[in-house]
């Protein structure tokens, strides 16, 4: 949807591995953005994107790194995956309306994420 | 922290009924808007209402906005069993960020 793809789909990984995800975009928009998703907190933000290279903290960036290189790609990486960052990880992006407001929000399917 | 809560958490209903689903949130705004989201997906967005807007229609989707409350509603009507899914309702603040805060979400079960 929207030129929006997360990779991996799933993932089971042990507890002290570094874990990277990936967010791909064919919209050529600005921002991008990675929630995690856990039962009775909704969607929380975890870092964002506006631009290449920019990058800025979200709700809950703590023990979770980002990097954005190009325009397409968004990689969030967990330096030393904890069991507390089992979730369910979704990528988003949003462009600009002619006025300059922000678009409304694409995700992706997200990354269901285990860490055993 | 989440900016506000929705309410209820679930509601079941039989085909052709009408949903209603509200959102109250605690900062100031710029826009609310709703998501849907089936089972295993990614959000999808329904739609959006200005901070200078206080009703809006799409489709079947009824939005509500009062400002002065800080409070929203959506209602669905005459549902569908497609229209089961969880519905969220998101706040963008003021700052030009395209940030969102997002509440915890209704649980709509549409019985044929």
């Known amino acids: 949807d929207a030129g929006i793809t997360q990779s991996p789909r799933h993932k089971v990984t042990e507890t002290g591995t570094p874990v990277t995800l990936r967010c791909h975009q064919t919209?050529?928009?600005?921002?991008m953005y990675w929630y995690r998703q856990d039962p009775g907190h909704g969607l929380r933000l975890i870092h964002y994107?506006?631009?290449?290279?920019?990058?800025d903290k979200g709700e809950v960036s703590d023990g979770y790194s980002v990097s954005r290189s190009k325009t397409e790609d968004f990689l969030l990486t967990l330096e030393s995956a904890t069991s507390s960052q089992t979730s369910v990880y979704f990528c988003?992006?949003?462009?600009?309306?002619?006025?300059?407001?922000?678009?409304?929000?694409?995700f992706g399917d997200g990354t269901r994420l285990s860490i055993l | 922290s989440q900016q506000g809560e929705e309410d209820p958490q679930a509601l079941s209903i039989q085909e052709g009924e009408n949903a209603t689903m509200n959102c109250s949130y605690k900062?100031?705004?710029?826009?609310l808007q709703w998501y849907r989201q089936n089972s295993g997906r990614g959000l999808v967005h329904l739609i959006l209402?200005?901070?200078?807007?206080r009703e809006k229609h799409s489709g079947r989707l009824r939005v509500t906005l009062d400002t002065s409350k800080k409070s929203s509603s959506l209602l669905i009507t005459a549902s569908r069993a497609a229209d089961t899914a969880s519905y969220f309702c998101?706040?963008?603040?003021?700052?030009?960020?395209?940030?969102?805060?997002f509440g915890q979400g209704t649980t709509l079960q549409v019985k044929p």
């Open positions: 919209e050529n928009h600005r921002y």
């Open positions: 900062t100031s705004i710029n826009n």
């Open positions: 988003a992006i949003s462009g600009f309306e002619p006025d300059g407001g922000h678009q409304p929000q694409h």
């Open positions: 209402i200005r901070s200078n807007e």
């Open positions: 998101a706040t963008g603040g003021p700052s030009n960020t395209g940030k969102l805060i």
């Open positions: 994107s506006y631009g290449v290279k920019d990058t």
